[in-house]
């Protein structure tokens, strides 16, 4: 085996979780040796996986690019190709790059109490080699990267056509011309609908329920205005803070006042309907909103591939079996189709489903409370990286980040070599489920997930507002054991 190389931090994943990790970390504490592991041949973790027509960011730009580069375009919502290049031009720009590893795949990660130190066996180029860390970064995000959500969707073995996951697009597939039944109503689906109608033949988005699909400008005179008339990073960090407060508003509107917010979202569909579809069933969710996410269509591009393409359809209701050569439904509907999109979902993994032990013990993440957001109980050194279900993925990240830089320091500045949650001993106030959503993925994987608390450290994060003025200034000590 090769020389085995130690850092202060191991970072596993080069997406958006990664890269913010490693700009706060080289930021805050400089002379902190870091490096980035990432399986994959290029950054972007989501945004490089995904390439199914149309991909595009399901929340604004404003919020979800970085604080410390704030995105450049004046769209909120943006396709997947300009992403991939803002954060090309970040790790560039911040020399993030040069700790970044390709084609480094974690195999396992043990930590030592022995060295207080993680190991990880990776696997580079068919060889096998041994990193070491006193800190470890789960930038993996939550889905399986390998495996989509499997489904059962009846008679689907009959069918004589092309069956595709958008987790796999086929890069040269030409779909024109062609019949598209999408099975599922998320985002994936909402997005495909328009971008595939432009040159399908046809095109059939195929719901068991509907889901709120909201319609935004994706540009504004003002946002205009503020780009044209400010330097760019004031202009950015202005668009970020009224997109953030914008955005909580709504959320903070929909948990007080979910009736109201769910006629509000049916009322703001109906008039984007052209006559031949109604609202219902297609278009009343029988949830409230944010138990399941919203879906954005900007310029309201979905609606109008309704109005545009007659050919365009949609239809709610149960699956009865798939034919040869397409899809019946249980009222008879007949759906034909010469390819099939199985928009039904990710599967749900923590940790990037790394074989993790602590000691040798393996560590299992069901059911273990979650700290602050970002550490599992009795785990020592080890953060995770997640963000929220109804805000950008990004706020929450940069709330770990800065909780993680924060503690690192504390840590530096008392000797304290390890650090790990501890349930204490009067409780946690009761437990509540690690994601909030009522989603057929997150029911799949509620018994794989981790749990949060409801009191201090435990509880979840809930408020961008709140939550990043307390990992700015808030406790990072309560609820951790600390070793020498």
């Known amino acids: 085996m090769a020389e085995v190389e130690t850092f202060d931090v191991l970072i596993i994943g080069a997406g958006i979780s990664g890269i913010n990790t490693a700009y706060r970390l080289q930021t805050e504490i400089p002379n ?47 396709k997947g190709h300009l992403i991939r290049q803002y954060l090309k031009e970040c790790v560039s720009k911040y020399n993030i790059d040069q700790h970044i590893r390709f084609h480094h795949k974690v195999l396992a990660l043990d930590w030592s109490r022995k060295t207080e130190q993680w190991k990880a066996s990776v696997e580079h180029n068919g060889q096998r080699k041994e990193v070491r860390a006193n800190w470890l970064i789960m930038g993996t ?52 609908v328009p971008t595939l109608s432009e040159t399908a033949a046809a095109v059939t988005m195929i719901q068991r329920s509907p889901s709120y699909i909201v319609p935004i400008n994706n540009a504004s005179p003002a946002t205009s205005w503020f780009m044209k008339l400010l330097p760019a990073f004031y202009a950015g960090t202005l668009l970020r803070i009224k997109y953030l407060w914008a955005g909580y508003m709504v959320v903070l509107f929909t948990r007080y006042f979910p009736q109201h917010a769910r006629t509000m979202m049916i009322n703001k569909a109906i008039p984007e309907l052209p006559a031949r579809i109604s609202a219902h069933p297609h278009f009343e969710p029988a949830y409230t909103p944010w138990q399941q996410r919203l879906c954005i269509c900007p310029d309201g591009d979905f609606y109008q591939a309704l109005r545009d393409k007659p050919d365009t359809q949609i239809v709610t209701g149960h699956i009865d079996t798939v034919t040869q050569d397409g899809v019946r439904m249980k009222d008879g509907t007949k759906i034909d189709a010469d390819v099939i999109v199985t928009a039904t979902g990710l599967q749900m993994r923590m940790g990037g489903g790394i074989p993790m032990t602590v000691n ?10 979650v700290w602050n957001g970002a550490m599992i109980q009795d785990v020592p050194n080890m953060m995770f990286v997640l963000g929220y279900v109804d805000a950008s993925w990004t706020l929450g990240a940069d709330a770990t980040a800065h909780i993680f830089t924060r503690l690192l320091k504390h840590m530096n500045s008392k000797g304290i070599r390890s650090a790990a949650p501890r349930e204490p001993s009067h409780g ?6 690690f994601w909030s959503l009522t989603s057929t993925y997150s029911e799949h994987a509620a018994s794989l997930l981790p749990k949060y608390g ?14 990043w003025l307390h990992s700015k200034w808030g406790d ?9």
């Open 141 to 192: 995000g939550y889905f399986d990267h390998d495996n989509p959500l499997k489904t059962t969707i009846p008679g689907l073995d009959n069918y004589k056509g092309k069956i595709i996951h958008p987790q796999f697009w086929p890069e040269e597939y030409d779909h024109t011309g062609k019949r598209i039944a999408i099975i599922g109503s998320g985002a994936t689906a909402v997005t495909l």
């Open 32 to 78: 902190a040796t870091y490096t980035i592991l990432e399986s994959r041949d290029t950054i972007g973790g989501t945004w490089d996986l995904f390439r199914y027509p149309g991909i595009r960011s399901d929340s604004d730009l404003f919020t979800f690019g970085f604080q410390w580069e704030p995105w450049p375009y004046k769209t909120p919502i943006a």
């Open 428 to 433: 946690v106030g009761g437990y509540r489920k």
């Open 360 to 369: 040798g013990e393996k560590v299992n993440w069901a059911g273990r409370l």
């Open 454 to 467: 409801n009191t201090g450290p435990w509880k979840p994060k809930n408020s961008p507002p709140l939550d």
């Open 476 to 484: 990072i000590v309560t609820g951790l054991h600390f070793s020498p």
